[in-house]
């Protein structure tokens, strides 16, 4: 594992108001069949050197995207989760594996990834990558993996006063 793969234990590049920190850590494992494809689609997608981050940000980035589309509602929740049902059931097949994404070995993940970039599918993988990557970039250590500092690009933060 990477050390940008490693939780911090300390964040003080982070602002205190950006994520709930003990919400991050302790998300509970998906046990819905769309949010077990989508967790490893995000395992696939975000993965360093062909390892998967840690489950523990998979799993809070999945409880969050539940937690939109169950306030979105609608046309909206479906048309993401048949996005994400047409790329759990039919993307492996682009590899000649007949079974879920989600069964599929790492490895073959992200071969199926790559593929898809290269099909048919790729705009319903694009609409999965979209809020995948708005909500997994949130969570505090992908952000400071990234360097991000809860900061614009203009702005500064004032030196504590003591």
Not at 26 to 31: D, E, L, M, R, V
Not at 76 to 87: H, I, K, P, S, T
Request: glycine share 6%; net charge neutral; proline share 6%.
């Amino acid at each position: 594992m990477t050390s940008s793969a490693q939780p911090s234990a300390h964040r003080t590049s982070l602002p205190s108001y950006w994520v709930d920190v003990d919400a991050a850590q302790h998300s509970p494992a998906p046990t819905r069949a769309w949010q077990k494809q989508l967790h490893a689609i995000a395992g696939a997608l975000f993965s360093e050197d062909g390892s998967a981050p840690p489950a523990e940000r998979l799993n809070w980035c999945v409880t969050q995207i539940a937690d939109i589309l169950e306030k979105v509602g609608g046309r909206g929740a479906f048309a993401y989760r048949f996005a994400l049902f047409v790329m759990g059931y039919f993307s492996p097949l682009l590899l000649f594996r007949f079974r879920s994404f989600a069964s599929l070995p790492q490895a073959d993940r992200v071969r199926t990834l790559e593929r898809v970039e290269q099909s048919a599918l790729k705009t319903l993988l694009f609409a999965l990558k979209a809020l995948l990557c708005i909500v997994y970039f949130e969570h505090p250590d992908a952000a400071e993996a990234t360097g991000f500092d809860g900061l614009g690009l203009l702005e500064t933060r004032d030196a504590p006063t003591q």
